[in-house]
């Protein structure tokens, strides 16, 4: 019975309103991401329904001749008001996983049902009640489809308690318009089974929730000092080469990872199929030795709670020496993502940490004399920046190159003196150090070597208690 649920299709459409100042080319943008993140939670999207306004609705977001428009393609194109509803679903359920296939073109028939309706903003409660009501569907707004995948891919414990206060915030606000769906269980009743005297089912949910964020965040507080440890433990054994992808979803980060470290990341064509930090080794290994670390993808309009949420996890891009914002190279309004992902850096302090600018994907721009052209207009518009396609060996040795450069332009070269009786300590110079040359004579050892100057500073002091 499990498996029939699973295998269910479940059909979507996609409902926005144009405002005044927002271009064709952004909003189009926006609704072809909207479409993805469907696409990501397992629905097809058959249909799109679009309108301008001066604002929104107050009422249900929409205007009442769209919301009639919906209602009855979603009833079934006749339209016939005698055709009994549906019964309004309630729109905190929990999604089911389903499969994927219809173009996004195809006309509706009459056997396939329309399960949500998607939304390219954040609506109040109220409005996504009267929403529901008047289309007969399940309505679900922007954020809470991200907050939905979210839960889904989370991972680690940190992630899945950041993402569970993020999702109990929106919940929390949402709880009298679902009691209004509910009937007479939302309403007051006298106090039983731990509810206060006159303490109605929705205040005594909201007390729930806010014991339980409360709960969370000294989870958190806790995981976010375990981990803290960790870095610096990380930090004072390697050094403090450290390299974190930033960048919007989607963008190929973990395939450079892959591509970058040897490692088996999570790779796949889904927006945020990673949402936990992962942290490997550049390979080939390098004096200084390079940590790499993915982060989770940014999105245009990502909740605010979300962004509060994973700040722990977005301190691996701040505790970093060098960020590498990953840019979608074919995507043609990959000038959108560069602001989405540059106004997520300066919310979590990060725009003074240098950054180099990969342009990711060029493989996927036409043949190559389109290539060659992309190529040619990023490196003029940005100049310093890469232009390659992780999955090219020839472009990740490039960028592994510019990524030892920049940590090894600030190595001295000095010369170390092991005497015979200190050679022990040979492996930490050849661990720690680049040995350039090598002598020797009676009283012991000779090491050109080029390093940090910590790291020099560190040998020269175990090399004095040695003596």
Avoid at 343 to 351: F, G, N, P, Q, R
Wanted: contains cysteine.
């Amino acid at each position: 019975m499990q498996k029939e649920v699973k295998d269910k299709p479940q059909y979507a459409i996609v409902a926005s309103v144009q405002l005044p100042g927002v271009s064709d080319v952004e909003f189009e943008a926006s609704l072809t991401e909207l479409r993805e993140l469907a696409k990501t939670l397992g629905f097809t999207v058959v249909r799109t329904f679009t309108q301008k306004r001066s604002g929104f609705d107050s009422t249900a977001y929409l205007g009442v001749g769209k919301r009639q428009e919906i209602r009855h393609f979603v009833m079934g194109d006749s339209g016939d008001e005698t055709e009994p509803d549906r019964e309004p679903m309630n729109p905190l359920y929990r999604l089911s996983t389903v499969v994927e296939g219809m173009d996004d073109a195809a006309e509706r028939v009459s056997d396939v049902p329309i399960d949500v309706i998607f939304v390219d903003h954040e609506i109040s409660p109220s409005q996504a009640r009267h929403l529901e009501n008047e289309v007969g569907c399940q309505v679900m707004d922007r954020t809470m489809v991200i907050l939905e995948i979210f839960h889904r891919n989370a991972r680690s414990p940190a992630a899945r308690a950041q993402v569970e206060i993020a999702r109990l915030g929106y919940l929390a606000p949402r709880l009298r318009e679902a009691a209004k769906l509910a009937g007479p269980q939302g309403r007051q009743r006298s106090g039983v089974g731990g509810r206060g005297a006159g303490e109605s089912n929705t205040e005594l949910d909201k007390r729930k929730i806010r014991d339980r964020i409360a709960e969370l965040q000294k989870e958190i507080t806790a995981m976010d000092a375990d981990r803290k440890t960790q870095r610096a433990r990380r930090q004072a054994h390697q050094g403090l080469a450290s390299v974190a992808l930033v960048g919007y979803t989607n963008a190929g980060k973990s395939t450079l990872m892959r591509a970058l470290t040897g490692s088996e990341v999570l790779v796949a064509n889904k927006l945020f199929a990673t949402l936990d930090t992962t942290v490997r080794t550049l390979y080939p290994e390098s004096i200084p030795r390079v940590l790499v670390s993915d982060t989770v993808g940014f999105i245009k309009n990502l909740p605010h709670g979300l962004v509060a949420s994973f700040k722990s996890t977005l301190e691996e891009a701040l505790d970093a020496s060098l960020l590498l914002h990953v840019i979608d190279a074919s995507d043609p309004g990959f000038e959108r993502q560069i602001e989405t992902t540059e106004e997520v850096l300066k919310e979590i302090d990060a725009l003074e940490v240098p950054r180099l600018r990969i342009f990711n994907k060029i493989d996927h721009v036409g043949d190559a004399a389109a290539q060659a052209e992309r190529e040619a207009a990023l490196r003029a518009a940005y100049p310093g920046c890469i232009v390659m396609s992780a999955r090219r060996p020839d472009d990740v040795a490039k960028l592994h190159k510019a990524i030892l450069a920049f940590f090894q332009k600030d190595l001295v070269e000095a010369e170390l003196f092991l005497p015979w009786s200190a050679q022990q300590l040979r492996g930490d110079v050849f661990a720690r150090c680049e040995v350039l040359a090598e002598r020797a004579d009676d009283e012991g050892a000779f090491f050109r070597v080029r390093c940090e100057q910590a790291v020099l500073d560190s040998l020269r002091e175990q090399l004095a208690q040695a003596r």
